[in-house]
């Protein structure tokens, strides 16, 4: 197929490896779990090592052919020129903090960010990175802050868990003119719904545990150069990695740093598993979104709810944005009980979906974020972040919607 011939996501997710070239006609890649791999020659072995030879592997902790098949994937469906993945989400975004910043640099965030990432900010904080967290609502906020030591903008497509969408367009254009590193966490919209180097985005991170792999079934991170920043200006790039194409500088430092020396590893198992989840992408959140649309529209309505966090309602405040944004507006949502009291035992009273943290599964997940996934921040940057403590998160799954909304019904009226 020529490259020009641009198909659709699942066309392309389901016959990716196929199209590589599988041995003995295979349709999936499959599954290498060696840790070592011999090269033929010892002149191989030191190309691979001194970035001279293109291809080929050495050790399982900078990659295998089965991470790098997937990596391969990502890339495409992200419009890349390179991924580099890793074991988790959050190895992912620390990779690229801590290999991309040094102590005097200056990081922009979002204030409505996940609260593991909010705690990594804090720890860049303590190795001398100055960091900044702001409303992104508008790119106002951000230019506002920015100083000499800038390096760096990180922000989440719709935040985690308040739904919140930035001025993605907007600070995409600032961080250009500024010559910043652009990082757009993609993980609730994933490329099924949005791709951020469609606003400009340097780096994207998925975590692929959740809408990519959707299984709840393996843990992974991915990194996505999208090929639109200039490393060649990018002051923090070592000079053993000026010698790889400029393009490439980033991510190879990226890559070095984050699997070689921090052993953030994706395995060859779970990359696996994800490639297959990946299978199905589209037509889970496809399903997953309309039945979020649905359930948040049935609680904004309750007389119970005092208010539902999700882009599709008219009345969330970056529901125009979204709307001209993504394709769908993605499977999470927030909200929170008039009796805010009442949160644990309505909580307990669901049947269906399940008390749990994490996110994308199949199944739906609820949990309140204030007491767990947002304790260790305390309540005085909960209040900064917009998190009240009667919030619930809600990730939605696969069940059918009818069953979710009756299930809610029925929690719901235990409160009366």
């Not at 909580?347 to 609820?366: F, S, Y």
């Amino acid at each position: 197929m020529s490259k020009t011939d641009k198909q659709g996501l699942t066309t392309t997710i389901v016959h990716r490896d196929r199209r590589a070239g599988m041995e003995h006609g295979a349709l999936r890649a499959p599954l290498h779990s060696s840790v070592q791999y011999g090269l033929e020659s010892v002149e191989d072995l030191i190309g691979i090592f001194q970035g001279s030879k293109k291809g080929g592997f050495n050790y399982a902790r900078q990659g295998t052919p089965t991470t790098a098949m997937l990596e391969a994937k990502i890339n495409e469906i992200e419009g890349g020129v390179g991924t580099v993945c890793f074991a988790t989400g959050m190895g992912a975004i620390a990779a690229i903090f801590l290999t991309l910043l040094k102590a005097g640099d200056h990081i922009v965030s979002s204030r409505h960010v996940f609260g593991n990432t909010n705690s990594l900010l804090g720890t860049l904080r303590q190795f001398g990175v100055e960091v900044s967290m702001v409303d992104m609502a508008s790119a106002d906020s951000v230019a506002a802050v920015l100083t000499p030591a800038t390096r760096m903008v990180f922000v989440e497509t719709i935040a985690n868990p308040g739904t919140q969408i930035a001025d993605l367009q907007g600070i995409g254009s600032l961080c250009r003119a500024h010559g910043l590193v652009y990082v757009v966490d993609n993980t609730i919209t994933s490329p099924a719904l949005f791709n951020p180097a469609s606003v400009g985005a340097s780096l994207v991170v998925n975590s692929l545990t959740k809408t990519i792999s959707g299984h709840g079934a393996a843990l992974g991170g991915a990194v996505t150069d999208t090929g639109l920043f200039d490393w060649a200006g990018y002051p923090n790039i070592a000079d053993e990695y000026r010698k790889v194409a400029v393009a490439q500088q980033g991510l190879t430092q990226i890559r070095k740093k984050g699997l070689r020396d921090m052993g953030a590893s994706l395995s060859s198992e779970h990359a696996n598993q994800i490639s297959i989840g990946m299978e199905t992408l589209a037509l889970r959140v496809k399903h997953s979104s309309a039945s979020a649309q649905r359930l948040a529209e049935y609680l904004a309505a309750h007389p119970a709810v005092r208010k539902v966090c999700y882009p599709g309602l008219a009345s969330h405040p970056q529901h125009q944005r979204a709307s001209k944004l993504f394709r769908a507006n993605a499977w999470l949502l927030s909200f929170e009980l008039r009796a805010a009291e009442q949160t644990n035992a309505f909580l307990n009273a669901l049947q269906l979906p399940i008390k749990a943290t994490g996110l994308g599964d199949t199944r739906t997940l609820v949990i309140p974020v204030a007491a767990t996934i947002f304790w260790e921040a305390g309540p005085e940057k909960r209040k900064e972040m917009d998190i009240p403590d009667g919030m619930v998160r809600v990730s939605v799954g696969l069940e059918e919607v009818e069953d979710l909304i009756a299930d809610f019904a029925r929690a719901l009226d235990t409160l009366a």
